[in-house]
Nanobody, 124 residues
Framework: QVQVVESGGGLVQAGDSLRLSCAASGRTFSTYTMGWFRQAPGKEREFVAAISQSGGSTWYGDSVKGRFTISRDNAKNMVYLQMNSLKPEDTAVYYC?????????????????WGQGTQVTVSS
């Protein structure tokens, strides 16, 4: 079992940068594939990025590729999402999630543990 807590959200202007953090509990953090998802009002939860257990592999959604970077620090049980060149359409609640399967990293159903989310609002 792992608990995840997101932080770092806020209100920024278009073009700004923001870094989200995800703190995870548990001694086996390095065995979890970690992901970031987001959900805007009235829309389905969308895949943003994921990172493998060691950090050697990363995956990104098409809408954030080249602007967002996911990273992890297994010594600190932390996952980060660096978001650059933010756009108003990036406005959403951002969720951190963990999975043990190591498959289907783009699918919400593949993740067993979820945080409560952190709001990111990008004004134009």
């Amino acid at each position: 079992q792992v608990q995840v807590v997101e932080s770092g959200g806020g209100l920024v202007q278009a073009g700004d940068s923001l870094r989200l953090s995800c703190a995870a509990s548990g001694r086996t953090f390095s065995t979890y594939t970690m992901g970031w998802f987001r959900q805007a009002p009235g829309k389905e939860r969308e895949f943003v990025a994921a990172i493998s257990q060691s950090g050697g592999s990363t995956w990104y959604g098409d809408s954030v590729k080249g602007r967002f970077t996911i990273s992890r620090d297994n010594a600190k049980n932390m996952v980060y999402l660096q978001m650059n060149s933010l756009k108003p359409e990036d406005t959403a609640v951002y969720y951190c999630a963990a999975q043990t399967i190591g498959l289907g990293v783009r699918l919400t159903t593949a993740y067993e543990f979820w945080g409560q989310g952190t709001q990111v609002t990008v004004s134009s």
